[in-house]
């Protein structure tokens, strides 16, 4: 499928004129917002992706690392390239806790520090090592800090851990920039627009809101005040997490708590991993569980990609589409990547829809600016209680 030429050409251009305070689509290593990105936790991997005993090469924001399972379980993320020449580490074995290089045999431990070097003698050990990095395992995902120093606690959400229901965990990648979604998630115009024709509007959700927003103890809130009086919440946990309910799968499984996090896999691709919290428990939740499509607008799956690049390219219109089951998936493809992979957002024309978009901007940009400073960055908390609303 061919690239949107124009649209690269246009997001070189944004690149020259952006302020950097201002350059929230690029997150590479010493970028301001991939400083920023790195002060937070981000999830890197969904557990039961990998066995224990395994290792894989991961890419996070411009860089690669290794993260592999020791035999017991446990997860651990170390560099990319073995001390001695340099080849991949995923490509070698777990021993316990250990990773072996699969070239000459070099064994690094969980902290990096080489112990063992087949042909070398004994001294030489102690002076090789390779980065780590702190990582960890929470509600099925797995996550990993990557800033300088300390890290800081791994944020927890009560509201998630101690339910009653089905959690699905899961991710999906998408080829484009990870702020374009990040934005789409305070943009709550594009849920009446975009997804008109969808589950969400099967499910009820129609009429256009008046929209609120307003900044908060964890980031920003957004309000839809619907024609019909009801009030649909969506928050925005700081930097890129979508807290929101989406549509009913089936009868039974009602509104369902969507928990998403966006995070960039270089540039122009990014990764979501996902939190899916259907109430539903006993014969039910056997039910919900039976059923394979209960996430397919939310998981990885490449045919929203192909069938998103037809509609781009002009070879199909979303009217064509018979199969509606990906089709939320596909509306907010075809938006979002039909931006740009990296939008030009200095030439746009922001009306009073707006708001959220305005906000997350003002916040982001505030906070790149203390960072830039060297000012402290806000601490951001995450209530014990947060409830998302439909607006039904
Ligand atoms: S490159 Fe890893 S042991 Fe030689
Ligand atoms: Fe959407």
Same mark, same amino acid.
């Given at each position: 499928?061919?690239?949107?030429? +124009? ?31 790195? +002060?937070?936790?981000?999830?890197? !991997? ?17 860089? =690669?690392?290794?993260? !592999? ?39 690094? =431990?969980?902290?990096?520090?080489? &112990? $063992?070097?087949?042909?070398? /003698? ?5 002076? &090789? ?24 606690? #791994?944020?927890? !959400? ?9 959690? /699905? ?18 943009? $709550? #115009?594009?849920?009446?627009? &975009? ?28 309000? =839809?005040?619907?024609? %019909?009086?009801? &009030? ?66 939310? %998981?990885? =799956? ?45 030439? $746009? ?22 960072? #830039?400073?060297?000012?402290? #960055? ?8 947060? %409830? ?5």
């Amino acid at each position: 499928m061919s690239m949107p030429t +124009t649209h690269l050409a246009h997001g070189a251009e944004a690149q020259r004129t952006t302020p950097p305070q201002r350059d929230f689509a690029h997150t590479g290593p010493g970028t301001p917002a991939g400083r920023f990105m790195r +002060t937070f936790w981000q999830p890197v !991997y969904v557990a039961r992706e990998l066995d224990p005993g395994r290792a894989v090469l991961v890419r996070v924001m411009g860089a =690669d690392f290794t993260l !592999y399972r020791g035999e017991s379980g446990s997860w651990h993320l170390l560099g990319p390239n073995c001390a001695h020449r340099g080849t991949q580490l995923s490509t070698g074995w777990v021993e316990g806790d250990c990773l072996r290089c699969f070239y000459h045999g070099w064994k690094y =431990d969980a902290a990096g520090q080489c &112990v $063992e070097q087949p042909a070398e /003698d004994a001294s030489f050990a102690r002076k &090789v090592h390779v980065p780590s990095y702190p990582v960890q395992e929470y509600l099925g995902l797995v996550f990993a800090y990557l800033g300088e120093g300390e890290p800081p606690p #791994l944020p927890r !959400y009560p509201h998630v851990e101690g339910r009653n229901g089905v959690v /699905d965990a899961g991710r999906g990648v998408l080829p484009y920039n990870f702020f374009n979604q990040v934005e789409n998630s305070v943009d $709550e #115009l594009h849920v009446f627009f &975009v997804h008109r024709d969808s589950q969400f509007e099967a499910a009820g959700l129609t009429g256009l809101p008046a929209l609120e927003a307003e900044e908060t103890e964890y980031g920003l809130r957004v309000r =839809d005040i619907m024609p %019909t009086g009801s &009030v649909r919440v969506v928050h925005l946990i700081m930097p890129t997490i979508l807290y929101v309910q989406v549509y009913p799968h089936d009868q039974e499984s009602g509104w369902r708590d969507f928990l998403l996090w966006r995070v960039p896999v270089d540039d122009h691709a990014f990764q979501t991993f996902f939190l899916l919290c259907a109430n539903v428990t006993g014969e039910a939740a056997e039910r919900y569980l039976a059923q394979a499509d209960r996430y397919l607008n939310f %998981t990885h =799956d490449p045919r929203i990609a192909e069938l998103g690049e037809a509609v781009l390219s002009g070879q199909l219109r979303i009217e064509d589409i018979q199969d509606r089951r990906r089709i939320v998936a596909l509306q907010d493809y075809i938006s979002q990547k039909g931006q740009g992979v990296i939008p030009d957002r200095e030439h $746009e024309h922001l009306g009073r829809s707006d708001v959220g978009v305005i906000l997350l901007r003002r916040i982001w940009e505030r906070e790149l600016l203390a960072l #830039l400073e060297g000012r402290p #960055l806000k601490q951001w908390r995450i209530p014990d209680t947060l %409830t998302a609303t439909s607006g039904v």
